[in-house]
């Protein structure tokens, strides 16, 4: 992800590795994103699964103005005017690396 310029720095990265790993894992988890993917990763830190979603747009909002529109656009052969929800997030990522292995 590094191409999209995510920052390391912003918690909302590490908890959206988290979902993309999970989704990817298991694609099927996407249809239930809060009880799938959010709340088993909200329990592990001890957080409600609002900031999981949280922490992502702030991750999801720098990338976007850092190279992250492009990026998006190039691996999911759309067009976004802006950001995409969190949940369409994960699933681009997701399909990204299940395609790259």
Known sequence: ???????????????????????????????SLIKQ???????????TYQDIERNIRTARDYAWQNGGKEFIEKISGGKFYEPPAVGELIEILAEYLNEDN
Do not use: T, W
């Open 37 to 47: 993917i959010y709340l088993p990763i909200a329990d592990q830190y001890q957080i």
């Open 1 to 31: 992800m590094q191409n999209a310029r995510f920052s390391k720095r912003y918690q909302g990265y590490h908890y959206l590795l988290l979902c993309v790993e999970l989704a990817s894992e298991d694609e099927s988890r996407l249809c």
